[in-house]
Nanobody
Framework: QVQLVESGGGLVQPGGSLRLSCAASGYEFRYYGMNWYRQAPGKERELVAGISSTGGSTNYGDSVKGRFTISRDNARSSVYLQMNSLKPEDTAVYYC??????????????WGQGTQVTVSS
């Protein structure tokens, strides 16, 4: 059974930092591209950052470039999102996602339950 479990969300002041974690199980994590998405109230879900199966390639949404860093540890089947210089507009539920199996060349769509990040003074 595939599981993605996010943690690390919370309340932080503007300018602060948080580190989100996503622990994966039930599939061979090291073969899958991983992403972080977020969804704010009343808005569509948006891609925050993505990372290739090896960690050698990353991409970021324009609104977080230079502030957020995605990384992964295949030995721990985990993906992380380091968020610095947080702004109130970063407030959202953050979701972990697996989207591509490089070994089989197939797309998948695994999601975690989300973790709330609130940036407020």
């Amino acid at each position: 059974q595939v599981q993605l479990v996010e943690s690390g969300g919370g309340l932080v002041q503007p300018g602060g930092s948080l580190r989100l974690s996503c622990a994966a199980s039930g599939y061979e994590f090291r073969y899958y591209g991983m992403n972080w998405y977020r969804q704010a109230p009343g808005k569509e879900r948006e891609l925050v950052a993505g990372i290739s199966s090896t960690g050698g390639s990353t991409n970021y949404g324009d609104s977080v470039k230079g502030r957020f860093t995605i990384s992964r540890d295949n030995a721990r089947s985990s993906v992380y999102l380091q968020m610095n210089s947080l702004k109130p507009e970063d407030t959202a539920v953050y979701y972990c996602n697996a989207d591509y199996d490089v070994r089989r060349g197939t797309r998948v769509d695994y999601w975690g339950q989300g973790t709330q990040v609130t940036v407020s003074s």
